[in-house]
C-alpha cells in the first residue's frame, strides 16, 4: 500500500507491505501500518461502519470511505494508492482540513417552523418525510465536496460556491413540510447552484446513496428558475400577490473560529 | 508557567454527543458564554451510531403507554440497581424533549395519523421508540448539530480535553491540546459539562470507536469526583462476528424489534429456553405468542427475543458454550425468513448496506452470524438526579459518562432520550451555577504539571509501542473482565493492567506534534488502564450477579447488594472503593414497579471465545 | 496533477463523443437532404411535423412554396432546445465535450470555470419551456404513427410502423421523465398530504426519472434508425417487412 506521509503541503507516497486477512477494509490496513511501521500516521475515523464519514480519502485515485473499501476489490500482490482529499489543504499524511464545510454550514439559515396544529401536535405525513429522509441520511463525509470540480479544480470558487453537502442540506430544508423559512434567492447568488454543471460525480461518490443531483441539486435548480428566471411564473406572481412580499431569512450570525 | 492559549467561557462542554450538544444549547439560551471542545469533527460523535430509537413514552401508537410504564421498564430492565429519580425524570421529560427535536427540523418515520412512529425494542412493554429507519443517532445528532451552530455556539474540533483544573475544591477549567497543531490550550471556565460517552475501547470486542477511552471518568475522577457503578458494562446481545475486521459492529436491536429472531447452529428459537423468573410473568413462552404479540400486545406476551440485553447475552454466550453455536462462535439472528424483503430494506437500509458491503451477506435472504460485543458502560460519575452535577462543584456530567440512570443494565433505546433529558439539565444548571460562583483562579504550577504530563511521551527514554499496549489491554479485558467474570480472573486482570501500566509509562512516542495518533494513544493509555483497574476493582467486590454484572461464582442476585452502590474515589492518588445505600424508591413509584426482585441464578458460563480460536 | 484514477475512465467520454457525435453527423446529413423522408405511409420523425407547402407529406403547410430548403430545418430548434437543455445530455456533453470534468476525480481541460452562471448558459435555465414545446411535437409524432398502420385505407404493419410506434413511445418516456415535468407535476409542492393526485404524478415522474439517462439513449438512436430505414425504403436499397396486410 502506497500512503501519502507529509506535513503540510509537502510529501509523497510511501510504500508499505503488510500482510492482510480474510474482510479487511482499506481502513484496517492503514491501521496496520499505523501499529507496525508508523506509529504517527495521520488518519481520521470514528465508527469504522460507514456511518459517521470521517474516514474519507482517495483510494486509487477514487474518493471513498476506507472504511468501506475491501482489500478483496483489489487484484493480491496489486499496490493500492491512498491519498488525502485534494479539494482541502493538506495538514498531514490523511488528514486534511475541512473547514470549508464548517464554515458553509454556518451560512444557511435555519430551519424555521410554522406553527403547530390547533390540538397543539405537528402532524407531517410518510409521504411528506420521505423525500427529505434522504438528505438527512447524509453522514458528511464530504466526499461529494471532494469530487465536485467545481472547488476541486478551481481554487477561486470556494467563497461563491458550497458544493453538493449544502445543496443536499438546503433541499432538505426547502422541502420540508414544516419550513417557513425562503432561501431560494440566497441559494443562487450565495451558494452558487448555478455553478454546478450536474455532471453528477457528486451523486457517484456518495457511500449514502443520495441521488444528489437528480433529487436534491436539480429540484432545487428547478425551483430557482421558478423563483428568478421563469418570465411566466414571475407573471403570475405579479398578477396574484396580495400580501407583503415574503421577509428575507435571517442569517445566523457567523463567529470567527477558534484556531488552533 | 508554559506560554499556553486561554480561552474563557462560563461553562466548558467537553464531547459533542447528543448529551453535549444539549447542555451547550441549554447552557448558552440561559445566557452563559458556552463552548464546546470535541475530540472528533462535530458531528461524528458516537451517537451517530445510534440505530434504533429514542424511548419516549409518546403514546402514538399504544395510548396505554404513559411515564409510569416507561419508569417500570426502565428500573425493571436496570435490575432496581437504578437512581429512581433520575429514571423518574427521564421517563417524565423524554416525550418533550423528542418533540423539541422536531421542532428543530428532525424527521422522525410517521404514523398514519402523521404522527411520530413507534417501534418495538428490547425490555420496553409497548413500541415507544421514535425512530428514523435505523439511523435516529444521524437524525438525532444533526438535527443538534445544526441547531447549536444556529445559535451560534463556538466548537473546538479535533480538541482533546486532558485534566480538569481545580481552584480549591471547585472546577476551574481544563486543559487540552489540539489534535492538527499539537499546542495546548487552557480552559478557563467556573462549570465543566463532562458528555465524554464511555470506556468501550478498553475491550477487544466493542461497538464503540477510539473516542470511547474513559476520559471523563478519569479526570472526574482524578479531580476528586465520585464513581459509581463501574462494574455494569453492557454487551450488546448483537454484534457482528464475521469477518474479523468487524467484529463488534453493532447490529440494532431493531432488528429483533421488527419480527427478528436468535436461532442456534440447528435453527431452533433458544430464547425460550432462557426467560428468568423476573420477566416470566410478561413473556411469550411458546413461538405462536411470541409472533402474535407483534400485531396485538393486550392479548398476548412480549418475545423472548426481546428480553433486556443483559438477559440476551448471557443466553447467547450459553449457547455458544454448550457448543450449539455457529462456526465462527456466534448464533443466528434471522430476519429473512420471517420479514418480506422490501419491508426489511425499508425498516433497516444501514442494516442491509453494512452487512451487504463488508460480510457479503444479503440480510433479506440469508440469517446475520452475531455475537456480544460490548456496548455501553452503566456506570460512571455520580451525580445529582435534579442537576446532572458531580460531587465537585462546577462539575456537572451527562450522558454514558454518567451513572445511575440505567442501574445494573440499560434498556435500548433509553440512552438517546438519556442524552437529550440529562443533557439539558445539565446545561440548565451549569448557567445557574455560574450566575453565583466567583471567579475561578487558575493554578499554574498545576497547569505546569499536566502540561508535563502532557508531553512526557516524547522525551522520555523507553522503547514500548502504544499500539501493541492497547491491543494487550484489550485482549486483557476481553479474557478476563468479559460478560461472566469470576474473582480469580479478576485478580489476574488487576495484575495484568499493573504491568501494562507500567508499560505504559514507558511509551516513547515518535514523529512531531502535529495530529500524531501515537502521541494522542499514549496519552489515551493512562485513561484507558485506569478505567478498566476501576471495572475490574469494582466487579472484584460486588458479590453478585446483576444486570451486566455476571459472577460466576455469585451466580445469583443478592437482596443486599441490590441496595447498594459500588463507588470509587481517588484520595492521595490511591483508589478507595466503597459501597453506599441507594437512594429508596418513595412507595407510591415502588408500586408501579412491582414487587418482584430478580433473585434467580443467571446463565453463567465461560466467555464466548468470538470469532473462533486465535 | 496526474490523476490517480487507474480504471477505464476515458472509456465513458469516448462513448458519448462517438454516439452523440454520430447521431449529430447523420441527424445534420438527412435533415439537409430534404428528400427521401417519405415513404408511403411512413414519415421520418426528423421531418414531423412538416409545415411547408413544398413538403412531400404536409402536416400543416404554414410555410408557403417560398421555402426549398429542407423542411426539418424549421422545426429542429425544437427537439434540439429539449435535449441540449436536458439535465441528463448537459452531464453527458459537459463532461465528454467540455471535459469540465471529463470523468469525476480527473481534471478540468479548463483553467477558468463559471459552470451555467453566465450567458449562454444561463438559458438552460429554461428547459421546461422547451419540454412544453418538445411535448407538443409529440402529438404529432403520434399522429403519424397511427398512419403509419394505413397501408391505402387498410390497416396493416409493416416493420417501419413498429420502429415509428416504438420511436414515438420512446420519445414519449423521455419527455415524461423529464426532470422539469416531474417539477412541474408536483414536485414543487413541500407537501402531498392534501394533494394526493399531484404526489401520485409526481411518484410516476419520479420513477421515470431515475431511468432518464436510458429513456435519452434509446430515444436518440431508434430516432435515428427510424429516419434511416425510411430513407433507405424511399431510396430503394430496402423493401419495407409487411407483418400484416
Known amino acids: 500500500m502506497k500512503i501519502w506521509r507529509g506535513e503540510g503541503s509537502a510529501g509523497e507516497h510511501v510504500e508499505y507491505v503488510v500482510p492482510i486477512d480474510a474482510g479487511m477494509v482499506v481502513l484496517d490496513v492503514v491501521h496496520r501500518i499505523q501499529a507496525t511501521h508508523a506509529p504517527d500516521l495521520a488518519v481520521r475515523w470514528n465508527c469504522k461502519a460507514g456511518k459517521c464519514g470521517s474516514c474519507s480519502a482517495e483510494v486509487n485515485g477514487a474518493p471513498k470511505l476506507m472504511c468501506m473499501t475491501r482489500m478483496s476489490e483489489f487484484a493480491t500482490g496489486e499496490a493500492i494508492t491512498v491519498s488525502p482529499v485534494r479539494t482541502f489543504p493538506l495538514i498531514k499524511d490523511l488528514v486534511t482540513d475541512v473547514s470549508f464545510n464548517y464554515e458553509k454550514a454556518k451560512t444557511i439559515p435555519p430551519f424555521k417552523p410554522k406553527p403547530k396544529d390547533p390540538d397543539g401536535k405537528r402532524r407531517m405525513y410518510q409521504e411528506d418525510v420521505d423525500r427529505v429522509q434522504e438528505f438527512h441520511k447524509c453522514i458528511e463525509c464530504f466526499l461529494c465536496q471532494d469530487v465536485c470540480h467545481v472547488i476541486r479544480d478551481h481554487e477561486e470558487n470556494k467563497p461563491s460556491f458550497s458544493g453538493p453537502r449544502f445543496f443536499v442540506r438546503l433541499a432538505a430544508l426547502e422541502m420540508h413540510p414544516l419550513d417557513t423559512n425562503d432561501r431560494l434567492d440566497l441559494i443562487r447568488a450565495k451558494h452558487g447552484l448555478g455553478f454546478c454543471n450536474i455532471t453528477k460525480c457528486c451523486t457517484e461518490v456518495c457511500p449514502e446513496d443520495i441521488h444528489i443531483t437528480d433529487n436534491a441539486i436539480i429540484p432545487l435548480k428547478e425551483r430557482v428558475v421558478t423563483a428568478q428566471y421563469d418570465p411566466i411564473a414571475w407573471a403570475l406572481r405579479r398578477i396574484r400577490r396580495t400580501g407583503p412580499a415574503l421577509p428575507a431569512p435571517s442569517v445566523p450570525p457567523s463567529k470567527e473560529p477558534p484556531s488552533a | 508557567m508554559a506560554e499556553i492559549n486561554t480561552a474563557t467561557y462560563d461553562v466548558v462542554v467537553v464531547g459533542a454527543g447528543g448529551a453535549g450538544l444539549r447542555a451547550a444549547i441549554e447552557a448558552h439560551g440561559a445566557g452563559a458564554k458556552t463552548a464546546v471542545v470535541c475530540k472528533s469533527l462535530l458531528g461524528k460523535a458516537h451517537t451517530v451510531m445510534a440505530e434504533g430509537g429514542i424511548a419516549a413514552a409518546l403514546g402514538n401508537v399504544w395510548q396505554e403507554d404513559n411515564w409510569k410504564v416507561h419508569f417500570r421498564d426502565t428500573m425493571r430492565g436496570g435490575k432496581l440497581l437504578n437512581n429512581w429519580r433520575m429514571a423518574q425524570l427521564h421517563a417524565q421529560e423524554a416525550p418533550d424533549r423528542v418533540l423539541e427535536l422536531e421542532e428543530w427540523g428532525a424527521l422522525f418515520d410517521r404514523t398514519k395519523d402523521g404522527l411520530i412512529l413507534q417501534r418495538d425494542f428490547g425490555g420496553h412493554r409497548y413500541a415507544r421508540l421514535a425512530h428514523v429507519g435505523d439511523r435516529t443517532g444521524l437524525e438525532m445528532i444533526r438535527t443538534l448539530q445544526d441547531h447549536l451552530v444556529a445559535q451560534g455556539i463556538d466548537v473546538f474540533m479535533e480538541c482533546t480535553v486532558r485534566h480538569l483544573l481545580t481552584d480549591g475544591g471547585r472546577v476551574a477549567g481544563a486543559i487540552a491540546y489540539w489534535r492538527q497543531s499539537g499546542a495546548l490550550l487552557l480552559f478557563q471556565a467556573k462549570a465543566v459539562v463532562l458528555a465524554t460517552g464511555g470506556v468501550g475501547k478498553a475491550w477487544k470486542v466493542t461497538s464503540n470507536s477510539w473516542e470511547y477511552t474513559g476520559d471523563g471518568m478519569a479526570m472526574a475522577l482524578e479531580a476528586g469526583a465520585d464513581l459509581i457503578d463501574m462494574e455494569m458494562t453492557q454487551f450488546h446481545p448483537t454484534g457482528m462476528i464475521w469477518p474479523p475486521s468487524v467484529r463488534g459492529l453493532l447490529v440494532t436491536e431493531g432488528v429483533r424489534g421488527d419480527g427478528g429472531t436468535l436461532r442456534n447452529a440447528s435453527g431452533e428459537r433458544f430464547m425460550f429456553k432462557y426467560i428468568p423468573e423476573f420477566f416470566r410473568a410478561e413473556t411469550a413462552d411458546n413461538e405462536a405468542e411470541a409472533d402474535r404479540w407483534f400485531e396485538d400486545k393486550r392479548n398476548n406476551r412480549r418475545t423472548p427475543d426481546l428480553l433486556p440485553r443483559d438477559e440476551v447475552a448471557r443466553a447467547i454466550n450459553s449457547e455458544v458454550k454448550a457448543g450449539r453455536g455457529t462456526e465462527h462462535g456466534g448464533v443466528f439472528l434471522d430476519i429473512a425468513t420471517r420479514r418480506p424483503a422490501d419491508y426489511i430494506k425499508r425498516r433497516l437500509p444501514s442494516m442491509y448496506h453494512q452487512f451487504k458491503e463488508l460480510a457479503d451477506v444479503d440480510i433479506t435472504k440469508e440469517q446475520m452470524e452475531i455475537g456480544p460485543t460490548l456496548h455501553y458502560i452503566m456506570g460512571g460519575i455520580r451525580v445529582d438526579p435534579d442537576t446532572a452535577a458531580a460531587t465537585i462543584p462546577g462539575l456537572y456530567a451527562a450522558g454514558e459518562v454518567a451513572a445511575g440512570m440505567h442501574g445494573a443494565n440499560r434498556l435500548g433505546g433509553n440512552s438517546l432520550s438519556d442524552l437529550l433529558v440529562f443533557g439539558r439539565r445539565a446545561g440548565e444548571a451549569a448557567a445557574e451555577y455560574v450566575k453565583g ?146 437512594p429508596a424508591v418513595p412507595p407510591e413509584l415502588r408500586e408501579l414497579i412491582g414487587e418482584d426482585k430478580p433473585q434467580e441464578m443467571v446463565a453463567t458460563g465461560e466467555p464466548a471465545v468470538i470469532g473462533g480460536k486465535e | 496533477m496526474v490523476p490517480e484514477r487507474r480504471d477505464l475512465w476515458w472509456l465513458e467520454p469516448l462513448v458519448i463523443v462517438v454516439v452523440l457525435g454520430t447521431f449529430v453527423l447523420y441527424s445534420v446529413y438527412a435533415g439537409l437532404a430534404n428528400a427521401n423522408y417519405f415513404y408511403e405511409p411512413y414519415l421520418s420523425p426528423l421531418y414531423s411535423p412538416c409545415i411547408t407547402a413544398n413538403c412531400v407529406h404536409p402536416h400543416l403547410p404554414i410555410v408557403g412554396s417560398y421555402w426549398n430548403l429542407s423542411p426539418a430545418i424549421l422545426i429542429v430548434a425544437f427537439p434540439l432546445a429539449f435535449r441540449v437543455t436536458c439535465y441528463y445530455y448537459r452531464r453527458s456533453y459537459y463532461r465528454a465535450f467540455f471535459w469540465a470534468p471529463p470523468a469525476c476525480a480527473i481534471p478540468d481541460a479548463r483553467k477558468s470555470y463559471a459552470g451555467e452562471t453566465r450567458f449562454p448558459f444561463l438559458i438552460q435555465n429554461l428547459h421546461r419551456y422547451a419540454l412544453i414545446f418538445a411535448t407538443l411535437l409529440l402529438a404529432f409524432l403520434w399522429w403519424d404513427t397511427f398512419l403509419a398502420f394505413n397501408f391505402n385505407g387498410r390497416f396493416g404493419i409493416g416493420l417501419g410502423s413498429l420502429l415509428l410506434l416504438t420511436n414515438v413511445v420512446l420519445l414519449s418516456g423521455y419527455s415524461a421523465s423529464c426532470h422539469s415535468l416531474r417539477y412541474l407535476v408536483g414536485g414543487y409542492l413541500d407537501s402531498f398530504h392534501r394533494a394526493s393526485l399531484r404526489y401520485r404524478l409526481w411518484s410516476w415522474a419520479n420513477w421515470l426519472n431515475a431511468r432518464h439517462a436510458r429513456w435519452a439513449w434509446a430515444s436518440l438512436v431508434v430516432v435515428g434508425l427510424t429516419d434511416l430505414y425510411i430513407r433507405l425504403l424511399s431510396m430503394g436499397v430496402l423493401t419495407d417487412l409487411r407483418i400484416v396486410f
Request: glycine share 6%.
Open chain 2, 437 to 582: 460562583a466567583s471567579t475561578v483562579r487558575i493554578d499554574d504550577a498545576q497547569v505546569d504539571a499536566f502540561a508535563k504530563r502532557l508531553t512526557e511521551p516524547f522525551e522520555r527514554p523507553g522503547d514500548e509501542n502504544p499500539y501493541a499496549i492497547h491491543a494487550d489491554l484489550q485482549e486483557t479485558m476481553h479474557d478476563l473482565v468479559g460478560i461472566i467474570r469470576k474473582k480469580e480472573e479478576l485478580e489476574e486482570a488487576l495484575a495484568q493492567l499493573e504491568r501494562l501500566r507500567s508499560r505504559a509509562s514507558r511509551v516513547r512516542v515518535t514523529g512531531t506534534r502535529r495530529y500524531n495518533p501515537g502521541w494522542h494513544l499514549a496519552l489515551d493509555l493512562e485513561n484507558l488502564i485506569g478505567m478498566a483497574e476501576v471495572v475490574a476493582r469494582s466487579a472484584l467486590l460486588r458479590t453478585e450477579s446483576r444486570g451486566g454484572h455476571t459472577r460466576e461464582d455469585f451466580p445469583k442476585a443478592d437482596p443486599d447488594w441490590g441496595t447498594k452502590n459500588v463507588v470509587t474515589r481517588k484520595r492521595d492518588g490511591r483508589l478507595a472503593l466503597t459501597t453506599e445505600p441507594i
